[in-house]
DNA sequence: TCGAACTCCGAATGATTGTTCGGTAAACTT
DNA sequence: AAGTTTACCGAACAATCATTCGGAGTTCGA
């Protein structure tokens, strides 16, 4: 069973590979998917034995929840941030598009776990907190969508905005020609024609 | 082993009931994943002994393939057969869209499972047929949409339109206010501005 | 430097589950 | 109606894998 020191001092070394083991598990379920990756793979893979993982996570299962949080907190945390700022309309909508693409491209893993254990997530009282983060932030750009864009099906043009966002972990590369700031903005001209 | 019937009057038959299981399969693994989903689940979904699938499909990951073709084969066949049609670039764009929300919908099931098992799908042998028939549709509604709209980024706005399309599946509900159609020239209008 | 806390090891285990297979009843053919 | 094929049963098997646990080596605090 995972547990955290109690003393101060190495509390700090714990969380630290506590995080690199979230982020590699979502770099190997992100290739080879979260049921197919055994917990002896996902240890080999950071040179640890099995019995190591379960120092810092109690099991499988809360790894996944971990990727969920790690991608979701920062995200909407930045994005309330952002709400508050003083832009005109469209310009809070582009600020808030380039925020969420660059979050997806560089938390491409995570969001390609996300989205492949959608139906855990669904359900499940365990995953209360990550539907919940989803939610207020698709709230938030359902606000801003609205607001540079009074006219027209609001509803299904958040719908279309968030599947091509999303959509965006499963083919950007690092290596393309396209940055994640123009590719956000080339959404956001999508949107407002 | 699966072994379909040499006498000819059975066929019909055992053909059917082969496209029922694929349907179940596409169902239950769509609410609780493929890999959550135990044979024994499946069959007693169906009313069947675990043993029966086995005489329709050789193993679990032929059901996998089986649901993937069922959803890609007959788009791609009518995506074909609308490009050949008369109608100016914007109204075969249209149609093009329409169709392939339509199947979508139609197919949410199979859809899902689709999204789900990406990673699977992305590399083996076994999967390189389904990979080409996405691939060939994808080329399809590239071209639509390159003579619907000349001008812009036409790489960005297919990857964009690819995103929107494929994320109906996950939240159309049949008693939605928002038809099909509704939703496919929706899109078309966000994507011709 | 000593004891406690910590980090990690890796074999064993218990439960799960995809698949097999011998058998039974029904359907079809002639 | 006898014989053959088909449809399905469901218990058993073999393999996989998440998790446990006793211990060994290391780091920290005093």
Redesign the interface.
């Known amino acids: 069973m995972s547990v955290r020191p109690t003393r101060p001092a190495l509390r700090e070394r714990y969380d630290r590979r506590q995080q690199q083991v979230v982020y590699q598990a979502a770099k190997v379920f ?7 990756t055994t917990m002896q793979e996902l240890a080999a893979s950071m040179d640890l034995a099995t019995g190591a993982l379960y120092h810092y996570f109690s099991g499988k299962e809360e790894l996944l929840t971990a990727i969920c949080d790690q991608l979701m907190e920062p995200l909407l945390e930045q994005a309330s941030e952002l709400v508050d700022s003083g832009d005109d309309a469209e310009e809070r909508l582009r600020s808030l598009v380039r925020l969420w693409v660059c979050h997806v491209v560089a938390h491409r893993d995570h969001m ?1 776990v996300f ?6 997530i669904e359900s499940g009282e365990r995953w209360r907190k990550v539907r919940a983060s989803r939610k207020a932030f698709e709230r938030l750009a359902a606000e801003a969508l609205q607001r540079a864009r009074p006219r027209g ?1 609001g509803h ?2 958040l ?10 972990a ?2 950007y590369r690092p290596r393309g020609e ?1 940055s994640p700031e123009a ?1 956000a903005d ?2 956001v001209d ?2 407002l ?1």
């Not at 989205?115 to 855990?120: D, N, S, V, Y």
């Not at 719908?159 to 965006?168: F, K």
Request: hydrophobic share 45%; no cysteine; aromatic share 8%.
């Open positions: 992100a290739r080879r998917g979260y049921d197919q390609l989205q492949q254990e959608r139906h855990l099906d299904l043009a719908l279309a905005l968030l599947g091509m966002v999303n959509h965006t499963q083919w396209l590719i080339g959404y999508l949107m024609g």
